[in-house]
T-cell receptor, first 109, second 112 residues
Framework: RKEVEQDPGPFNVPEGATVAFNCTYS??????FFWYRQDCRKEPKLLMS???SGNEDGRFTAQLNRASQYISLLIRDSKLSDSATYLC??????????FGDGTTLTVKP | EAQVTQNPRYLITVTGKKLTVTCSQN?????MSWYRQDPGLGLRQIYY???????DKGDVPEGYKVSRKEKRNFPLILESPSPNQTSLYFC???????????FGSGTQLSVL
């Protein structure tokens, strides 16, 4: 079993749709959690940190459930520009970051 | 401007010819790391460094070396590259405990 598992996708949605990505992690000692966005063959860029209390940034909402070892990302009112691969990242206290394989989103007109 | 500079952007080489991919950051970050990205396998950590002269193996360190002699630089060295090291490589930096990673623009390496 992989340390970090994501919905494989791809997700193909129309503009304006709401889409949710899920991620689970196996190491209960993990300390920090993030969502990154990666456009084709380019460097990943931080989208959001993820906290147990949940956090929102415009159309994006991230949530962490430590008991279930589960992370989610919700995108509301999808835009064409949201098309990308979304990476779930889990970090331990020893500095090791583990990336999920990513979920590809395509938003269509 | 805060930057992570990775060079070269593209590299084609032959089996066994030593090469170095450079990574430099101007953000005074303690943490630096190298990843490789392959289709279907996602981003995998090769080596990371929590500070100067401190380096640790990631998930796939075999065939790679790193050094951290100064804070800003973290070169990735392939002493004897092989075709299975053909991949897209990313360097990343972060402040304490790699919160919020910043990535270089990547190096596409092809080993023939």
């Amino acid at each position: 079993r992989k340390e970090v598992e994501q919905d494989p996708g791809p997700f193909n949605v129309p503009e304006g749709a709401t889409v949710a990505f899920n991620c689970t992690y196996s190491n209960s000692a993990s300390q920090s959690f993030f969502w990154y966005r990666q456009d084709c063959r380019k460097e990943p860029k931080l989208l959001m940190s993820v906290y147990s209390s949940g956090n929102e940034d415009g159309r994006f909402t991230a949530q962490l459930n430590r008991a279930s070892q589960y992370i989610s990302l919700l995108i509301r009112d999808s835009k064409l520009s949201d098309s990308a691969t979304y990476l779930c990242v889990v970090t331990g206290n020893a500095g090791k970051s583990t990336f999920g394989d990513g979920t590809t989103l395509t938003v269509k007109p | 401007e805060a930057q992570v500079t990775q060079n070269p952007r593209y590299l084609i080489t032959v089996t066994g010819k030593k090469l170095t991919v450079t990574c430099s950051q101007n953000m005074n970050h303690e943490y630096m790391s190298w990843y490789r990205q392959d289709p279907g396998l996602g981003l995998r950590q090769i080596y990371y460094s929590m500070n100067v002269e401190v380096t640790d193996k990631g998930d796939v360190p075999e065939g790679y070396k790193v050094s951290r002699k100064e804070k800003r630089n973290f070169p990735l060295i392939l002493e004897s590259p092989s075709p299975n090291q053909t991949s897209l490589y990313f360097c990343a930096t972060g402040d304490r405990f790699n919160e919020k990673l910043f990535f270089g623009s990547g190096t596409q390496l092809s080993v023939l």
